[in-house]
């Protein structure tokens, strides 16, 4: 996954932080089809960067993000990343 980062003030050294929701999967950047009529999609909707694509995979489910088993929602703060200068 490649991205832009920015270093600011309230992040603690060591520490990877991103805005959830700002990113995306390009959901409506591409034209579809539905009912046999052609709806445009808008190029501008596929930039950006979303965090799943990093989270830490489920090691006994696979193909999924740790889960708190409590309210079931992704475990961000379990994930490890490398980051490299492109």
Known sequence: MAGTLRVIQGIRPG????SLGHGHWAYGSSDVVVDGK?????????K?????????V???LGNTCLA???GAS???YDTRVKL???
């Not at 052609?38 to 596929?46: F, P, Y």
């Open 74 to 76: 992704a475990v961000f």
């Open 68 to 70: 708190d088993p409590v």
């Open 48 to 56: 950006g960067v979303h965090g799943n694509a990093a989270m830490r």
């Open 15 to 18: 520490v990877v932080a991103f």
């Open 58 to 60: 489920d090691p006994v």
């Open 84 to 86: 490299v200068r492109a």
């Open 38 to 46: 052609v709806v445009k999609g808008d190029a501008r909707r596929g």
